[in-house]
């Protein structure tokens, strides 16, 4: 995938100048990345393949990317809510939606508090509270330092992409203070979630897998198929070998399953 202008435009929301671009033809699928990345370290293997059939709008959240910040905290609300302001002025009424991460929550929290937006939701590595990620690592999250990541490839995406390259301490001071203010989703919001879900996790992910199971029965699933009523609507993906970070690398099982999924028929009622 190239970093070219050429599909990317801006979209003013909640006072935010949003970053998009838009590739191919089709039923729409929206695109959300994973924190401190951007549509090509979280899409890059992915995007052109989907983009063969349908018309696949990636985002830049705030802060993120060629998005630039503003003076608003970062919140998982309000991103969910940039994302639902965005698709009307791009003329989408109802979209398909594949978030990554930081991007599965925005996501999920535009099912939530924009449902009549979300057609079908494909959700990489998302817990709905803070018992499904393994104990441990938020706090150990909580003590790292922007530093940390100098070299990696988002650092280096964003370096490259960003507005202003200088304020990447800042996104990281916003993100850890974002993650310490995060309220647990109660099971009862999840099991009122009824667009068919498609959840995916590694098997050494940062979600634990008890807990994607966990989520999977709250969507509808974890029933014997093979007796009426037949398969749920809902997915669940366990990837061999995968933590969370390759999640987005595993290009040939994603594509295998994914577009599957979005286009099998929509469950009657």
């Known amino acids: 995938m190239t970093n070219s202008m050429t599909n990317g435009n801006y979209v003013s929301v909640n006072g935010?100048?949003?970053?998009?671009?838009?590739?191919?033809?089709?039923?729409?699928?929206?695109?959300?990345?994973?924190?401190?990345?951007?549509?090509?370290?979280?899409?890059?293997k992915l995007l052109p393949d989907l983009a063969q059939t349908r018309q696949v709008i990636a985002f830049e959240l705030q802060?993120?990317?060629?998005?630039?910040?503003?003076?608003?905290p970062l919140t998982l609300e309000g991103m969910a809510d940039d994302v639902a302001a965005a698709l009307p002025q791009l003329g989408v009424k109802r979209a398909d939606i594949f978030g990554y991460s930081m991007g599965?929550?925005?996501?999920?929290?535009?099912?939530?508090?924009?449902?009549?937006?979300?057609?079908?939701?494909?959700?990489?590595?998302?817990?709905?509270?803070?018992?499904?990620?393994?104990?441990?690592?938020?706090?150990?999250?909580?003590?790292?330092?922007?530093?940390?990541?100098?070299?990696?490839?988002?650092?280096?995406?964003?370096?490259?992409?960003?507005?202003?390259?200088?304020?990447?301490?800042?996104?990281?001071?916003k993100k850890t203070q974002m993650d310490r203010g995060i309220q647990?989703?109660?099971?009862?919001?999840?099991?009122?979630?009824?667009?068919?879900?498609?959840?995916?996790?590694?098997?050494?992910?940062?979600?634990?897998?008890?807990?994607?199971?966990?989520?999977?029965?709250?969507?509808g699933g974890g029933v014997f198929g093979d007796m009426p009523p037949g398969l749920p609507s809902s997915q669940l993906a366990i990837l061999p070998g995968t933590s969370h970070v390759t999640v987005v690398d595993r290009a040939a099982w994603l594509l295998s399953m994914i577009p599957a999924f979005l286009d099998a028929p929509m469950p009657k009622g």
């Not at 109660?186 to 897998?209: C, N």
């Open 16 to 44: 935010l100048k949003m970053y998009y671009e838009i590739h191919g033809t089709g039923r729409p699928l929206v695109l959300l990345h994973g924190a401190f990345s951007a549509i090509g370290t979280s899409f890059g």
């Open 63 to 72: 802060a993120h990317g060629r998005t630039a910040d503003i003076d608003r």
């Open 104 to 173: 599965a929550s925005v996501a999920l929290h535009v099912a939530i508090r924009h449902p009549d937006l979300v057609r079908k939701l494909v959700l990489a590595s998302v817990s709905y509270n803070l018992d499904g990620i393994h104990p441990g690592l938020m706090d150990g999250f909580g003590e790292m330092k922007p530093e940390m990541m100098y070299g990696s490839p988002w650092h280096e995406e964003y370096m490259r992409i960003a507005p202003h390259p200088e304020h990447f301490a800042t996104l990281f001071a």
């Open 184 to 219: 647990d989703l109660p099971a009862e919001t999840i099991r009122a979630i009824k667009v068919p879900t498609l959840l995916i996790i590694g098997d050494s992910d940062l979600v634990r897998p008890e807990h994607a199971v966990e989520m999977f029965r709250l969507l």
